[in-house]
């Protein structure tokens, strides 16, 4: 499914002041290969060095999702993306370890110019082409949740991440299902 366009104003004023929840909003790409293999990156840098991530930006003031979603790719993997070449894949609403509110608009596509590369080697030490459904050990906690998403065919998750620090038996970290150590409540229950 390709996404819809949509009018762009270059000159369009993004007001930023005022009340309202506006949490960061991750924007990833999942470049994928014939065979389904996804491009993750192996992170240098704190927090998280030495793991697994997707590849992706934050989304920056007037820049539009699936923008966002094709620069992240140029700067990671070196390749080239273009808008119409990308679908939406899902949207996650999650709390960071730290407990703040986070969004992170997925998109994917097997369409692009250009073999993906390590673009960034001062943020990432390589490329590593990884099964959506059997994700490595070595993946960030969000990178997992991600892929699971992806995996299901669910469009909008909701999860609070663990704390720094927890993982699973496996080694790798998991996300939580709840919201401050309670159950996450099912919003289609009424009172």
């Not at 000159?11 to 065979?35: N, S």
């Not at 669910?154 to 496996?170: D, F, I, S, V």
């Amino acid at each position: 499914m390709q996404t819809a366009p949509h009018p762009r104003t270059g000159a369009a004023r993004i007001e930023q002041t005022g009340p309202g929840y506006r949490p960061l909003t991750k924007v990833v790409l999942l470049a994928l290969r014939p065979d389904g293999r996804v491009a993750l990156v192996r992170r240098t840098r704190c927090p998280d060095r030495g793991q697994l991530a997707l590849v992706g930006e934050r989304l920056e003031p007037a820049e539009w999702l699936d923008e966002a979603a094709c620069r992240g790719a140029a700067h990671t993997l070196g390749i080239r993306v273009e808008v119409q070449d990308i679908e939406l894949s899902g949207l996650l609403h999650y709390r960071s370890e730290q407990g703040a509110g986070r969004l992170c608009a997925v998109f994917a596509t097997q369409r692009r110019s250009g073999e993906p590369r390590n673009s960034a080697p001062h943020r990432f030490s390589e490329v590593v082409w990884a099964d959506p459904g059997g994700p490595p050990a070595d993946c960030r906690a969000l990178t997992h949740a991600v892929l699971n998403q992806y995996v299901a065919g669910t469009l909008y998750g909701a999860l609070a991440m663990p704390a720094a620090g927890l993982a699973t038996a496996e080694g790798a970290a998991a996300p939580a299902a709840t919201y401050g150590g309670k159950p996450r409540p099912d919003p289609r229950r009424t009172k």
